[in-house]
């Protein structure tokens, strides 16, 4: 029976490390490769001109900056055992402002792209001219950052390392810290998320009825010209769709955790139950990443329109390398012909 207890204990003891190293670099490597597909659609010249890309291209780059100081940071820390933000009082300070900072950044730009699509199909005509201001968007982009940095740049000042633990100052800042966080980096993300995700899918009902015409007694629907750009702009609703019902179930389990934590910080717990908590606390902290990974995958298999996009795009690079090994190759007779001549 001792030896049982002793296996599981052992067993416990060791998920949290083996859940960082396996499964956090597994979302590590599919988060990178989402980014970048992610960073080379929303960029490419169709879509400039399109609001709503340069909120999404900015949400992978925000992304990107998550995956590679944020989760690496806590896959060498808490998988590894290399203890960087306890070791090292810069690095504790930039991860700890970086956490909070770079999630909600990247969930703040991932729903103005959501309000674009929102304005673009309202029947007011004044909301759907809000809805693709190109100058505008590029202006958000710069202005959430630096909004949020002063909102949260608290924590590059206030946070320490003592007694071999990074966290922030003890007393009244330690709870604003926590609440805050609890506020606006989970509760209000999973409302906000589900709100605009209800109107999204109102309004599009609604537009969608509106194609709906009679024709001799008949109700026939009216399809507006196929394009790649124009389907990716159809499909877009139903991607960020899907993207706001991950966000939602991935933001929730977050806020009630966080929750949980900062009112039984002070409670007693038994090393089991305080086993089990560290094992559900890394399994949901990691589950909080597949929401800034999943996009570009989500889009791909959602959007006609974007698989057609990445196909033209890898047709695009392979061209390019054949067309440059060709020149590689007509050059080659001229260069020996030149050294036969010297």
């Given at each position: ?74 896959i060498l820390q808490n998988g590894f055992r290399i203890p960087l933000m ?23 730009l991932f729903s103005f792209a959501i309000t674009n699509r929102l304005l ?223």
């Open positions: 029976m001792n030896t049982t207890v002793n296996s599981i204990s052992s067993s416990l003891l060791i998920a949290p490390y083996q859940l960082n190293i396996f499964f956090g670099s597994f979302l590590w490597v599919m988060g990178n490769l989402g980014c970048i597909g992610n960073m080379l659609v929303f960029r490419s010249r169709t879509f400039r001109k399109r609001a709503y890309a340069i909120y999404l291209f900015s949400t992978a780059v925000a992304d990107c900056h998550y995956f590679n100081f944020v989760l690496l940071t806590r306890n070791d090292y009082l810069v690095i504790c300070k930039l991860r700890q402002f970086s956490t909070f900072w770079g999630n909600i950044v990247s969930f703040t673009s199909v309202q029947r007011s005509i004044t909301y759907r001219q809000w809805s693709n201001r190109v100058s505008l968007s590029y202006k958000m982009v710069i202005l959430i950052p630096l909004f949020w940095l002063l909102l949260i740049g608290h924590r590059l000042i206030l946070y320490r390392v003592k007694n071999g633990v990074c966290g922030p100052l003890e007393g009244f800042y330690d709870y604003y810290d926590n609440y805050f966080q609890v506020i606006f980096s989970s509760l209000s993300s999973t409302v906000v998320t589900a709100i605009l995700t209800f109107l999204l899918i109102k309004s599009v009902r609604s537009v969608a009825s509106q194609r709906i015409v009679p024709v001799n007694g008949k109700p026939i629907k009216i399809k507006p010209k196929s394009s790649m750009i124009n389907q990716m702009d159809a499909q877009l609703t139903k991607m960020l769709v899907i993207e706001s019902i991950i966000a939602v179930i991935t933001y929730l389990p977050y806020a009630i955790q966080l929750t949980y934590s900062n009112i039984t910080q002070t409670s007693y717990k038994t090393p089991l139950q305080i086993a089990w908590e560290n094992v559900f606390i890394e399994l949901i902290h990691l589950l909080n990443y597949v929401f800034f990974g999943t996009s570009f995958y989500v889009s791909f298999i959602s959007n006609v329109g974007f698989r057609r996009k990445i196909k033209q795009l890898l047709k695009i690079n392979k061209h390019t390398q054949s067309t440059n090994r060709t020149v590689t190759l007509l050059r080659r007779p001229f260069t020996i012909q030149l050294q036969s001549q010297h």
